[in-house]
């Protein structure tokens, strides 16, 4: 079954500043998730972050690029609640 994806405004604020093939490198990646949000895959190392409880949040690494999100089984819906790009260590909260 197929998960709905939701862009959160965070989020959208960064993906909206990407160049079109950076954009669209990411957007590939969500398509994916939309299947699969939990394994990893080529080129798309997913993570489960630690300190979230409820709900878990989950980390996927595209390149340089992150986006943070969490999953609702109730509804078949992940939340992409943050995207940034990674240039060093102090980026990591």
Known sequence: MSYTVIVLPKA???LIKLNQRAFDKIYEHIEELRNDPYNPRPNA???K?????????????IGKQRLEYFVDESDKTIYIADAFMRSGDSDYR
């Open 12 to 14: 959208e604020k960064h």
């Open 45 to 47: 190392d997913i993570k």
């Open 49 to 61: 972050l630690r300190g979230f409880k409820s709900p878990p949040m989950y980390r996927l690494r």
